[in-house]
């Protein structure tokens, strides 16, 4: 009888145990998982680089046209499988909590200009209208604008892939927070495909795109939004979409900065 109760302890601490387990061993491999690719992504960028490079030393050797434009799609590729492989590595490191934030004074305008002078050439290469209104009275800020920036040219990359015909818009604000913070305030909008209301709720997943004939007509994992949702919410700030089917789609980012004193 003295080993009854040790032994009714002991199932119930089995049975709670067993209860936890599942949810242990999903936290486990999903960690496993993440360390997994953050660490073959970073081996593989290694040899990239070396091929990246090579392939430009090739470049500026005495090739004919032919062999000219085969050096270009080496090229090509190379960067877009490089810049894959930094997004899976990127992602895994976020999912282990070991990104940091690089916080310093900024101006706004600066990353803008920046990014508008790279972007514009391309929207209208598609004979679109570029769109930009910017309130360039911003004062100087406190933040990590290279994340800020990534999240920017992931979400405009994807409104001109997606746009062949009308505008892609980016239009930028700014909302008091305190007398020290404010909230930079993006919309980047287009006319462009548009995005069926039920497919909104998952467009931030990881891997997931809204249709997968998208994936065949337009290319791409599916990483980039799912990215760019970890990245604002890792700057304390919000992502969030409207879209239509055929009316175009419409991304609001808000992130809270500091002012410069």
Not at 96 to 125: N, Y
Not at 186 to 195: L, N, P, T, V, W
Not at 209 to 223: E, F, H, K, L, V
Request: net charge neutral; proline share 3%.
């Amino acid at each position: 009888m003295k080993r009854s109760k040790p032994r009714a302890r002991n199932a119930g601490y089995n049975a709670k145990q067993s209860l936890h387990n599942p949810k242990s061993g999903i936290e486990e491999a999903s960690k496993a998982k993440s360390a997994f690719i953050a660490n073959i992504s970073h081996e593989i960028r290694t040899p990239m680089n070396a091929i990246l490079g090579f392939a430009q030393m090739l470049k500026n050797t005495d090739l004919n046209d032919k062999q000219s434009d085969y050096v270009d799609v080496i090229i090509d590729s190379g960067k877009k499988l490089l810049m894959m492989i930094s997004n899976l590595l990127d992602l895994s490191n976020l999912q282990l909590g070991r990104t940091t934030l690089d916080c310093k004074p900024c101006l706004l305008q600066d990353t803008v200009e920046k990014l508008w002078l790279h972007f514009e050439p391309l929207i209208k290469a598609k004979k679109l209208s570029a769109i930009i209104e910017f309130n360039a009275d911003i004062p100087m800020i406190i933040a990590d604008m290279e994340k800020v920036e990534r999240v920017l040219s992931f979400v405009l990359s994807n409104a001109i892939k997606y746009t062949d015909t009308g505008f892609v818009a980016l239009r930028i604000y700014n909302k008091p927070i305190s007398e020290e913070e404010i909230m930079l305030c993006f919309e980047i909008a287009d006319s462009g495909i548009g995005i069926e209301e039920d497919k909104l709720t998952h467009i931030f997943d990881i891997f997931e795109q809204a249709d997968n004939s998208i994936t065949r007509a337009y290319g791409g994992m599916g990483i980039g939004l799912g990215l760019s949702r970890q990245l604002i919410l890792r700057l304390g700030g919000a992502i969030r979409v409207q879209s239509s089917i055929g009316e175009g789609s419409r991304f609001f980012i808000d992130v809270p900065v500091k002012l410069a004193r």
